[in-house]
């Protein structure tokens, strides 16, 4: 056989044993908290070329996104400290499979009104803060006082979504506001708040990818891929601060110029699962249960699995 036609044939016979083998490849269920995750790949390009087939499932916050990975209704998803805690405490067989690290003054931020007689969170004493139940927000609160001397019941909390809170303190029933991007550079650039303290040293500031047992023993393969494009996809967006910023804008319906100011002072890197990252959400959680938020003390140490450490040398060759 002629060697162009030999070739032909060979790369024929490649092509058909990688289509099949993605088709022995069952589709990979991705919890999506509004649209952010699958916004950020298709803007980055990270959705073409998929060798199996995503399946996303939208929710609106990160409370009912923990529930659907607890029921096994979905294979992987986004979450923050306190909900992944929360999942934990709830029994869920979860594992947090990647880690990326937000870096930005306001990441997270308690707020005040312009001109308010609360200067320091000590001042907050016997005052009302909006924020959301068990949210990173609510976390905030919590840390903050402590740090200041205070407890929790020295405070009183109105428990509401983001959406809900900010006319709180825009007409004064509360006296502070806890949240987190985008809410933060929405008030802040457009409203008529100040931040009293950020998180970006009180917090980890970690979003983490957690996937269930049973996914990691049957999906493996599709998890490592799609672990290693989200963090190609957060170096994109890093590097593409006003595109991200647009395709953002799209989902949200937020002027482009908040996310594009909350992008550019904010930056994503992919840490490494190791006992640092462990301490420091077994903090959280033994904070929450001290805090009677969890019934009992939870090992957080179960709910990491350090071996899709290597997918991050592998984002960074590709």
């Known amino acids: 056989m002629p060697i162009p036609r030999l070739l032909s044939t060979l790369l024929c016979s490649l092509a058909l044993v990688s289509a099949a083998h993605a088709a022995d490849l069952a589709p990979l269920k991705v919890a999506n908290q509004k649209s952010t995750i699958k916004a950020l790949l298709q803007v980055s390009g990270e959705l073409e070329s ?61 707020l005040v009104p312009k001109g308010s007689p609360i200067k320091t969170v000590a001042d907050l004493k016997g005052q009302r803060i909006v924020t959301t139940r068990g949210s990173i927000g609510h976390f905030l609160v919590i840390k903050a006082l402590r740090e200041a001397g205070l407890k929790t019941s020295d405070v009183s909390f109105v428990y509401l ?50 996937a269930t047992s049973e996914a990691i023993a049957n999906k493996r393969a599709q998890l490592e891929d799609f672990v290693t494009r989200v963090d190609r996809a957060w170096q994109w967006a890093n590097a593409h601060p006003e595109q991200y910023a647009a395709a953002m804008a799209k989902v949200t319906g937020l002027p ?32 929450y249960q001290q805090e009677g938020l969890l019934p009992k003390r939870i090992d957080v140490s179960k709910g990491f699995d350090a071996s899709f450490n290597q997918s991050t040398s592998l984002a960074r060759a590709q």
Not at 178 to 195: F, L, M
């Open 50 to 110: 998929v060798p199996y087939q995503i399946q996303f499932s939208e929710f609106p916050a990160a409370a009912p996104l923990g529930e659907a990975l607890n029921a096994g209704a979905v294979d992987v998803g986004a979450l923050g400290d306190a909900p992944y805690v929360f999942a934990l405490g709830a029994g869920a067989p979860l594992k947090v499979v990647s880690i990326t690290h937000l870096q930005g003054r306001f990441t997270t931020a308690i």
């Open 161 to 210: 979504m983001p959406s809900e809170s900010r006319v709180l303190l825009e007409n004064g029933s509360v006296a502070a506001w806890s949240t987190w991007d985008p809410y933060t550079t929405v008030a802040t650039t457009q409203g008529d708040e100040q931040v009293l303290i950020s998180g970006e040293k009180l917090l980890s500031n970690h979003l983490y990818l957690a």
């Open 256 to 287: 482009v110029a908040v996310h594009l100011a909350a992008a550019k002072n904010t930056r994503m890197e992919r840490v490494a699962i190791d006992d640092s990252v462990v301490r420091g959400l077994q903090n959280t959680a033994d904070i």
